[in-house]
């Protein structure tokens, strides 16, 4: 393992990555610094290509020491599609999916939850607490229970029903709050401040190692494209960690000299619904407000108040990228549409991004002949209701 301690993006503060770590003392999420030279001449891009098909290739990036710690159900390495009718349709004739649904848990967040839930049993936590749309919940309850942990889950009424029956399925402590994930944090807060630190807070950028595991998306990304750079990536947004972490795994790569000096410009694409980071983009603003009565049937993106705004932000801007809102009745079009076309159903997050990508080939922000990737981050099946 090449960590060498977690910086803080807003004061500069370093803090040391052998113990457990929240919020930086100025509220700020930490991010996890490596040894890059090291890693250099560690490893060379050619060597992923003869390891096992998992995030795990991606070892010396990675904050887990010790191999008897790393908790998998086998997640990464999801594949590139090419949507070639779809994608003609609307202009943008290199349009190309990555499919999260195939994940174990059916979303993304099972990249977050095994490289986290790996960390923090390596540095001895025995419960983790979090609030949860849904899907992040049932990732971290079925990693818990891989790694023999316990977890406490706090969820919306209103999130997906699969979500619910996956973290009761997995022996969690699951509580419902009548509100937003907004609630769900005030709940796990006060949980976690009356435990005397027998209950670890794993919420979202409130510890380090989600983040780590989310960046493997943008790894895999140039990876699967030879070790080449697509024009735009498209990403649902609400709480922003797989935008952040793709964006970080951007410039490790870049300095780890395997990828040029060109990078590919980010894209936030929320709901007209909830769209606080758009708001914020749009008015030149680096932290986001909270948004009154969030709505959308993209349920993993309602986030009123992302806590990581900032760093969301500034990866759109480091980009040359943008943000856009997209409206409900459009995203339920579209997953429609791309499902007819391309046999593949897609999540409401993920048919976002495809409506977003609709938009900025209409407007001309997506230029002809660009290469660009969508990421689809969960499985189309866990939302019947919505089809």
Request: glycine share 12%; charged share 20%.
């Amino acid at each position: 393992m090449h960590l060498t301690h977690l910086e803080c993006p807003r004061c500069g503060l370093d803090h040391p990555a052998d113990k457990l770590q929240n919020l930086c003392g100025c509220g700020s999420p930490l991010l996890a610094r490596y040894d890059l030279a090291m890693v250099a001449a560690t490893v060379t891009p050619e060597q992923f290509g003869l390891r096992p098909a998992d995030l795990w290739r991606y070892r010396e990036l990675l904050p887990v020491a010790d191999p008897r710690f790393v908790t998998t159900l086998g997640e990464g390495w999801t594949p590139l599609w090419h949507a070639r009718a779809y994608g003609h349709e609307i202009g943008v004739d290199e349009l190309i999916v990555k499919d999260e649904g195939l994940t174990p848990t059916g979303s993304f967040k099972a990249r977050g939850a095994a490289v986290g839930v790996s960390r923090a049993r390596e540095l001895g936590v025995e419960r983790i607490a979090m609030p949860t749309n849904g899907n992040a919940g049932a990732a971290w309850a079925t990693y818990a229970a891989r790694a023999q942990m316990g977890a406490t889950i706090a969820m919306p009424l209103a999130a997906p029903t699969i979500c619910r029956q996956e973290c009761v399925a997995a022996g969690a402590d699951l509580r419902l709050v009548d509100g937003l994930i907004g609630d769900a944090g005030r709940e796990i807060a006060a949980l976690v401040a009356d435990s005397g630190g027998r209950v670890f807070d794993a919420g979202t950028l409130r510890e380090p190692y989600r983040l780590e595991g989310k960046k493997t998306m943008g790894y895999e990304i140039v990876e699967q494209l030879g070790w080449q750079v697509p024009d735009v990536i498209i990403y649902p947004t609400g709480g922003g960690v797989g935008l952040i972490g793709i964006h970080k795994a951007l410039h490790e790569l870049r300095e780890l000299g395997w990828v040029e000096d060109r990078l590919p410009r980010l894209v936030a694409v929320q709901s007209t619904g909830c769209a606080p980071i758009v708001r914020a983009f749009a008015a030149g603003e680096a932290r986001a407000t909270p948004w009154v009565d969030a709505h959308t049937v993209a349920f993993g993106i309602t986030v009123p108040a992302p806590l990581g705004d900032e760093l969301i932000l500034t990866a759109l801007r480091e980009s040359s990228g943008t943000a856009i809102a997209v409206d409900d009745a459009e995203i339920v079009a579209d997953l429609r549409d791309f499902a007819a076309r391309e046999g593949l159903l897609l999540c409401p997050e993920g048919a976002a991004c495809l409506t977003a990508a609709r938009h900025l080939r209409a407007g001309g922000w997506i230029r002809p002949g660009e290469r660009v990737v969508v990421l689809n981050t969960g499985a189309g099946i866990k939302y019947p209701g919505l089809v």
